[in-house]
């Protein structure tokens, strides 16, 4: 029985990759090389970037301001986001945000769609050293969460996530994304989805009734 889920936040529960991969597509990264950042945290971001001979912080003023002009016109919600964590709620789970992403944009997107009350912790993978693939996050929510790694559930779109979330040892849902679901994905994942509007339909089994 699980206790708790753990959501992803871009590409899961908002369709912000898509806006990211554009801002870093205009901030004069390629396109095949923005699809091996996702998923991973700041600091393995900056050395990916050094390691390719890009300026981190000038590409990250580009990204970030590009970024922030889309952002502004309203944070895109994916589908079946609200369904699956009034789901949560309703069936007494408790539920966390583990991402890449930093602690103050998680809680901007949270507090600008008016979801805040639905998530009882918000973890950026930059309070750890490792990111994902690492399970570190996941690890680390679990026990902000009150519950052992059994009792979790990882919801994930990305390659990165999923491959945290099972060496976490974690039920892992993948909701793919940016990029479709490949035979790695389909070994690792417990479950692929089309979208969140699936989940509390595979997750039932999960729970007490």
Same mark, same amino acid.
């Given at each position: 029985?699980?206790?708790?889920?753990?959501?992803?936040?871009?590409g899961?529960?908002y369709?912000?990759?898509a806006?990211?991969?554009?801002?870093?597509i205009k901030?004069g990264i390629?396109?095949?090389f923005?699809?091996?950042?996702?998923?991973?945290?700041?600091?393995?971001?900056?050395?990916?970037?050094?390691?390719?001979g890009?300026?981190?912080d000038?590409?990250?003023?580009l990204?970030n301001?590009?970024?922030?002009e889309?952002? $502004?016109k /309203?944070?895109p919600? %994916?589908?079946? &986001?609200l369904k699956?964590?009034?789901?949560?709620r309703? @069936? =007494?789970?408790?539920?966390?945000?583990a991402?890449?992403?930093?602690?103050k944009?998680a809680?901007?997107?949270?507090k600008?769609t008016?979801?805040?009350?639905?998530?009882?912790e918000?973890?950026?993978?930059?309070?750890?050293?490792?990111?994902?693939?690492?399970?570190?996050?996941?690890i680390?929510?679990?026990d902000?969460?009150?519950?052992?790694?059994?009792?979790?559930?990882v919801v994930e779109?990305?390659?990165?996530?999923? $491959?945290? /979330?099972?060496?976490a %040892?974690?039920? &892992?849902?993948?909701?793919?994304?940016?990029?479709?679901? @490949? =035979?790695?994905?389909?070994?690792?994942?417990?479950?692929?989805?089309?979208?969140?509007?699936?989940f509390?339909?595979?997750?039932q089994q999960?729970i007490?009734n």
């Amino acid at each position: 029985m699980i206790k708790a889920v753990i959501f992803d936040m871009d590409g899961t529960l908002y369709d912000t990759e898509a806006v990211y991969r554009k801002a870093w597509i205009k901030a004069g990264i390629p396109d095949e090389f923005y699809l091996q950042l996702i998923g991973r945290s700041h600091v393995n971001i900056v050395q990916m970037l050094k390691d390719n001979g890009y300026d981190p912080d000038a590409i990250y003023e580009l990204k970030n301001k590009y970024t922030e002009e889309e952002i $502004r016109k /309203g944070i895109p919600v %994916k589908e079946g &986001t609200l369904k699956a964590l009034e789901w949560c709620r309703k @069936n =007494g789970l408790r539920t966390a945000i583990a991402t890449s992403s930093a602690k103050k944009v998680a809680l901007r997107y949270l507090k600008d769609t008016d979801m805040e009350s639905l998530f009882d912790e918000v973890i950026s993978g930059n309070q750890l050293e490792n990111g994902k693939p690492a399970p570190d996050i996941f690890i680390y929510a679990a026990d902000q969460l009150g519950v052992s790694v059994e009792e979790c559930m990882v919801v994930e779109d990305s390659f990165n996530g999923v $491959r945290a /979330g099972k060496a976490a %040892k974690m039920l &892992t849902v993948m909701v793919p994304d940016i990029i479709p679901a @490949n =035979g790695e994905m389909e070994e690792l994942a417990d479950k692929i989805i089309d979208s969140l509007e699936d989940f509390p339909e595979y997750a039932q089994q999960f729970i007490k009734n």
